[in-house]
T-cell receptor
Framework: SQELEQSPQSLIVQEGKNLTINCTSS?????LYWYKQKYGEGLIFLMM?????EEKSHEKITAKLDEKKQQSSLHITASQPSHAGIYLC??????????FGKGTKLTVNP | KAGVTQTPRYLIKTRGQQVTLSCSPI?????VSWYQQTPGQGLQFLFE???????NKGNFPGRFSGRQFSNSRSEMNVSTLELGDSALYLC???????????FGDGTRLSIL
C-alpha cells in the first residue's frame, strides 16, 4: 500500500518568514491533495495536484508536484499567524479512499 | 452552500456501549467517506458510501459499520466500544470520481 512521509514533523517560524513542507510517497504519485487542519477541527481543502510538474497557488501558498521524485512540496511565503495549523498531504488509495501522511504541525510566532 | 455537518460534536461513552454518529454531506455530493483520527495512527480510512452502497472499506473490525440514506446523509455506528475507539471521527463528502473531499468538523468521541 502507498505510504506518505511528511517532513518536517513540526516547524516553528517567525511571522514573515518563508517555509516549505515536503511530502514523499513510497509509490508513483498520480495526484496529491493538500489539506490544513486546525487542532480538533476538520480538514480544509487547499489544493489538488493532478500531474507531474503541476504547480498551483492560492494566496501565499504554493504547491508543486514532482512526479519523478515522488514528492510534493508546499511553500508558504511571508507566513502569518493565520497559517498556523497541521498540514496534511493525501493521495487516492482507491476509489474515494484517501491515504494521508502524519502531518506537519506549523507554529507561526508573531 | 452549507458545508459538511457532523453531529454531535462531542460524545462521551463508556466501554461496551454503542454509538451512532451522523453526517450530512454538501448538497449534491453523493459520496460520503468516514475517517478516524488518533494521535498515534493519524488519519485512517473507515469506509465510503456512494448512492447508498458501500464501495470501499478500511481495515477496521466489524464493530464499525455505516450506512447511507437516499438523501446521501450517512451514519456510522460503533458497537461494543473500547477505550481505543476514543478518537476524532471525520466525515467527508465529494461529488465522486476522485474529486476533492470536503470534511466536516468531526465528532470527538471519548470512551471512559
Amino acid at each position: 500500500s502507498q505510504e506518505l512521509e511528511q517532513s518536517p514533523q513540526s516547524l516553528i517560524v517567525q511571522e514573515g518568514k518563508n517555509l516549505t513542507i515536503n511530502c514523499t510517497s513510497s509509490k508513483t504519485l498520480y495526484g496529491l491533495y493538500w489539506y490544513k487542519q486546525k487542532y480538533g477541527e476538520g480538514l480544509i481543502f487547499l489544493m489538488m495536484l493532478q500531474k507531474g510538474g503541476e504547480e498551483k497557488s492560492h494566496e501565499k501558498i504554493t504547491a508543486k508536484l514532482d512526479e519523478k521524485k515522488q514528492q510534493s512540496s508546499l511553500h508558504i511565503t511571508a507566513s502569518q499567524p493565520s497559517h498556523a495549523g497541521i498540514y496534511l498531504c493525501g493521495v487516492q488509495g482507491g476509489s474515494e479512499k484517501l491515504v494521508f501522511g502524519k502531518g506537519t504541525k506549523l507554529t507561526v510566532n508573531p | 452552500k452549507a458545508g459538511v455537518t457532523q453531529t454531535p460534536r462531542y460524545l462521551i461513552k463508556t466501554r461496551g456501549q454503542q454509538v451512532t454518529l451522523s453526517c450530512s454531506p454538501i448538497s449534491g455530493h453523493r459520496s460520503v467517506s468516514w475517517y478516524q483520527q488518533t494521535p498515534g495512527q493519524g488519519l485512517q480510512f473507515l469506509f465510503e458510501y456512494f448512492s447508498e452502497t458501500q464501495r470501499n472499506k478500511g481495515n477496521f473490525p466489524g464493530r464499525f459499520s455505516g450506512r447511507q440514506f437516499s438523501n446521501s446523509r450517512s451514519e456510522m455506528n460503533v458497537s461494543t466500544l473500547e477505550l481505543g475507539d476514543s478518537a476524532l471521527y471525520l466525515c467527508a463528502s465529494s461529488v465522486g470520481n476522485n474529486q476533492p473531499q470536503h470534511f466536516g468538523d468531526g465528532t470527538r468521541l471519548s470512551i471512559l
